[in-house]
């Protein structure tokens, strides 16, 4: 067996062979006869080739005798729910689906929108999209009416499939009155919209009829007992498979498209190299649907590999208790396990001792996987020492798909590091660059991380509707490198070390944020002048989203009250999913003489870590102000010039 080392340098130096022996994992329709097309620095990924996801995903492994092998468990902690689709039934509820999508006119390259819960409706509406060769784009629960719309906008999707609603402790989270909002503020796109009615969610396809009168709107169900069952198209590997929308530096979102092939090939290889799992293995990814993590490994990686995928409808504590996780791996056999490492400090600060592994056998899981967000390496021993299997700390984006970086569990089982990342993956060309672009080769030296191009297959082939947005978000600050917006560095022995991004962008408990999205809501209120939110360190959440406005001249409001109407004004906007409750008036920001808000100062100050003042700033009296606002805090920073 050949080892990491010599496995990512021949992906590096000879990636046409490389990369047709790992497509032979797939099955294609027209087999591709070569690896890569590069024209005007584009490049496109198994050019020749044709193929179906939801036959990779469904049929191959029914057609191969295995169809009776469960693909798919359905475990609600919320509802007490619990429900096994083996290969075959999969297959047909979604043959089933995609005949319903046809029905209502949906064909090759289509979109449709799914805002749906984690139950069973939305895997099958995901792979029948793919089987019919339309182009999915799920939009997170928690996000509200507005993102909602922004997305409807964006992608112009004529069907949008949806639910009552999801479930959150305590409180149902009704999915129709946000519809029928993000309707009204983008009508005219939607045409149709499918319902699936859950009994603990009030709310049914007849009531959001009356809500918007001006689409269509069907109950899952009945569409479903009507349709023919679709067979598969095969589409071309370009072919886009769904676009996911993510935050960036600006308010309005990028929706990352996702091709088909060289998806369905990076995924196959990740499932066995990386995850080290494939036919009779079962994953267990606690994630949500609505995140990359919850396409490539809830949905396409597993169910490609013949593997049996978990999707869990809970949290980490409280549904009912710290011991879920647990449970779960437990009953079902897991294998390997991934998640984010909030839900790890989650549990950490519930039962920090792991009293609750008593009650459950956890000698099946091999390994813990964990990516989002900054894994610290206080959760990481805990966690490690705890659960006595490796806990594998792996980077990656919305953008990639897969990883970046990671220990290849399958391939070699390399020692993690505390702290950092692992190592580069196939095609991964890690650079780290300074702010002019140049290479730092110091082992330690830390700058912005690059990949060399092209990136491998399975990353990002675009932004929807925007070539011009992908070059710049991307592409231009490092020419002959994507940029990846982290900031890092390598270490002697080539493993990553990723210290924080180089944007705008944060990451609350793991769901990525864009702060001047949060910024344009905070502008929205009348008495708000200036604002600046910024990322701060939380002990649970890594980060969490806080607030710093100024008034306009003769604005009178109590600060509790204003508060309150901002968390309001994000929740309505953006959703719960911001957690954004933090909000302190200034009277003035502090700035950089040409205007600039000095955010990074900030948040030092905010984190109580020692700041230098900025030799640029206009009024260095501006920070006595910030230092005096967050004094109450526990932790006082020190200034030097
Ligand atoms: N639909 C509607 N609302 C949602 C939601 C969804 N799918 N997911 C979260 N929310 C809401 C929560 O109910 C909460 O609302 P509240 O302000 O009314 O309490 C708010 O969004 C913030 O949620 P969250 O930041 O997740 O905090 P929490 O206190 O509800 O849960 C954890 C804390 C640690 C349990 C949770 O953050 C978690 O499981 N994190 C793991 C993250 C993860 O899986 N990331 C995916 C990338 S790998
Ligand atoms: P998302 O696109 O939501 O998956 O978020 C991607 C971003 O999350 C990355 O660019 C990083 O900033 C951060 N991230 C993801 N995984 C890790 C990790 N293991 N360590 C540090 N940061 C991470």
């Known amino acids: 067996m050949s080892t990491y080392r010599e496995t990512w340098a021949r992906s590096v130096t000879e990636p046409e062979t490389f990369w047709l022996d790992a ?44 169809g009776e092998t469960i693909a798919l468990r359905y475990d ?92 959150e402790p305590g409180r149902a989270v009704e999915y129709l009155p946000m519809v029928a909002r993000a309707l009204e503020i983008a009508p005219g796109i939607v045409e149709h919209v499918v319902v699936r009615h859950r009994a603990v969610v009030p709310g049914t396809a007849a009531e959001l009829a009356d809500a918007a009168p001006a689409v269509s709107v069907h109950d899952w169900d009945q569409l479903v007992a009507a349709a023919e069952p679709a067979g598969p198209v095969a589409v071309p590997s370009g072919h886009p498979l769904y676009i996911l929308y993510t935050s960036g530096t600006t308010g309005s979102p990028k929706g990352i498209v996702r091709d088909t092939g060289g998806y369905a090939v990076a995924l196959a290889w990740a499932m066995r190299n990386i995850y080290d799992v494939g036919a009779g293995d079962t994953m267990f990814t606690a994630s949500d649907v609505g995140w990359v993590v919850g396409h490539s490994f809830i949905v396409y990686g597993p169910l490609l ?20 996780f647990w449970r779960i791996v437990a009953e079902y056999g897991v294998k390997t396990m991934f998640t984010a490492p909030t839900a790890l400090r989650a549990i950490r600060r519930v039962d920090p001792d792991l009293d609750e592994l008593s009650a459950h056998d956890l000698s099946g899981l091999q390994s813990l996987f964990l990516a989002g967000e900054r894994l610290d390496p206080e959760t990481w021993h805990w966690a490690d020492e705890g659960l006595g299997v490796p806990v594998v ?25 505390a702290g950092s990342t692992a190592v580069p993956m196939p095609g991964y060309d890690v650079r780290i660059l300074d702010g002019k672009g140049r290479e730092l080769t110091e082992p330690g030296d830390e700058g912005s991380i690059a990949l060399r191009l092209p990136l ?75 604002c600046a939110v910024i990322g701060v360190h939380d002990e649970l959440k890594g980060q969490r989203a806080a607030g710093f406005v100024t008034l306009k001249a003769h604005e009178r409001i109590d600060p509790a009250q204003l508060e309150r109407e901002l968390v309001a004004l994000v929740r309505e906007h ?48 501006v920070l006595d102000a910030l230092v005096d606002a967050v004094r109450g805090a526990d932790r006082i920073p020190q200034a030097t010039r």
């Not at 949906?106 to 139950?119: A, K, N, S």
């Not at 784009?137 to 639910?163: K, N, Q, W």
């Not at 700035?591 to 870590?609: F, P």
Request: glycine content about 10%; hydrophobic content about 40%; overall charge negative.
């Open 305 to 324: 590999a013949g593997a049996t995928t978990i999707l869990y409808e809970g949290k980490p504590v409280g549904t009912p208790d710290a011991g879920a």
């Open 393 to 417: 700390d792996h980077w990656w984006q919305t953008e990639t798909g897969w990883p970046i970086c990671a220990i290849p569990r399958g391939l070699e089982r390399l020692e993690p590091k």
């Open 76 to 167: 609600s902690a919320m509802t007490g729910t619990k429900k096994a689709y083996t290969y075959s039934e999969l297959r047909d509820r979604v043959a089933e689906f995609a005949g319903a999508l046809r029905g209502l006119g949906v064909g090759i390259g289509d979109r449709v929108l799914l805002y749906l819960p984690m139950t069973p409706e939305a895997v099958i509406a995901m792979l029948a999209c793919a089987r019919i060769g339309a182009v999915h784009s799920v939009v997170f629960g928690g996000f509200a009416a507005t993102e909602l719309a922004v997305r409807i906008e964006d992608a112009r999707p004529t069907v949008l499939v949806t639910a009552s609603g999801g479930l």
């Open 456 to 530: 491998p297959p399975g990353t990002l082939t675009g932004i929807w509707g925007s070539p011009t947005r992908f070059r710049q978000s991307y592409l231009d600050a490092f020419p002959g490198f994507y940029a990846t917006g982290d900031a890092g560095h390598l270490d002697d022995d080539g493993y990553l070390f990723v210290m924080g991004r180089t944007d705008d962008v944060i990451n609350v408990a793991g769901h990525r944020l864009s702060t001047g999205s949060l910024e344009e809501v905070l502008t929205l209120h009348h008495a708000v002048a200036e």
């Open 23 to 66: 497509a032979r994992a797939v099955e294609w329709d027209a087999a591709p006869a070569r690896a890569l097309e590069q024209t005007d620095g584009a490049w496109t990924w198994f050019p020749e080739g044709a193929l179906n996801m939801s036959v990779n995903a469904l049929d191959r492994h029914v057609d191969a005798g295995r």
């Open 574 to 621: 953006i959703g719960p999913v911001a957690a954004f409750r933090d909000v302190t008036v200034l009277d003035r920001l502090p700035k950089t003489r040409s205007g600039k808000i000095l955010r990074k100062t900030m948040r030092q100050i905010v984190d109580g870590e020692p700041y230098k003042i900025p030799a640029t700033i206009e009024d260095p009296t």
